[in-house]
C-alpha cells in the first residue's frame, strides 16, 4: 500500500498551485484538469506498487542465489521462471497506459473508467504482498534445508506470478470500461 497518508489523488489536488486552482474552476477545464489528476493519481499509486515489486524481485533474486548455494536443482526451473517473470511484471506497471486518449480516438477514456483504472492498480498491492509472503516462505523452506519443500514454494511463487500476469491482462478492459 501507499505511504501512510493521503491517498494519492488527494495529493496530486493539495500540490496544485493557485494558477491551477483557478484553473480548475473554468467551466470545461475543470473536468480536463480533473482527469489529469486521476491519471497522476494513478502514476503515483503505480510508482509505488514498482517500489514494492523491486523489493520483491530483489527477494526472489536472494532467494534463488540461496538456493543454488544449497544446490536445489529441482527448484531452478520454477526460480528461473520466476525471476524472469517478476521482471517483465515490474516493465508492464511501469509502462502501462495511464488512460490518455487522444482527441480523435474512437474510444474516450472517462472519469469513471479512470476510477475503475485506479481501484484496480490499487488492488495489485494486495497482490505484491501476497508474492512478498510467498517470497519468505520460500526463503523459510531454505533455511531448513528441506529440498521437497522448496521445490513446492518456488512452484507456488511461479503459480502466483502467472496469476499476477494474467490479472494485469484485464488492466486494458478496466481502463475501456470493459470489465
Known amino acids: 500500500m501507499p505511504a501512510p497518508g493521503r491517498e494519492p489523488l488527494d495529493a496530486a489536488k493539495g500540490g496544485m498551485r493557485a494558477l491551477e486552482q483557478l484553473e480548475a474552476m473554468i467551466p470545461g477545464f475543470s473536468g480536463y484538469k480533473e482527469k489529469e489528476l486521476r491519471r497522476e493519481a494513478d502514476r503515483l499509486l503505480r510508482d509505488a506498487l514498482v517500489s514494492e515489486l523491486e523489493e520483491t524481485s530483489s527477494a526472489i533474486d536472494d532467494a534463488y542465489g540461496d538456493i543454488t548455494s544449497a544446490k ?12 524472469a517473470m517478476m521482471d517483465r511484471i515490474i516493465g508492464r506497471v511501469q509502462s502501462d497506459d495511464y488512460g490518455y486518449a487522444g482527441f480523435f480516438d474512437a474510444v474516450k477514456v472517462k472519469e469513471a473508467e479512470l476510477d475503475s483504472l485506479y481501484a484496480f492498480d490499487k488492488a495489485l498491492f494486495d497482490d505484491a504482498a501476497a ?21 513446492e514454494k518456488a512452484a507456488e511463487l511461479r503459480k502466483a506470478l502467472d496469476a499476477l500476469d494474467l490479472k494485469l491482462n484485464k488492466r486494458k478492459s478496466v ?4 470489465a
Open 175 to 178: 481502463m475501456m470500461g470493459l
Open 131 to 151: 508474492l512478498s509472503g510467498k517470497v519468505e516462505a520460500l526463503e523459510a523452506a531454505v533455511d531448513s534445508g528441506d529440498a521437497k519443500a522448496v521445490g
Open 72 to 83: 536445489i536443482a529441482s527448484a531452478y526451473p520454477a526460480m528461473n521462471t520466476a525471476a
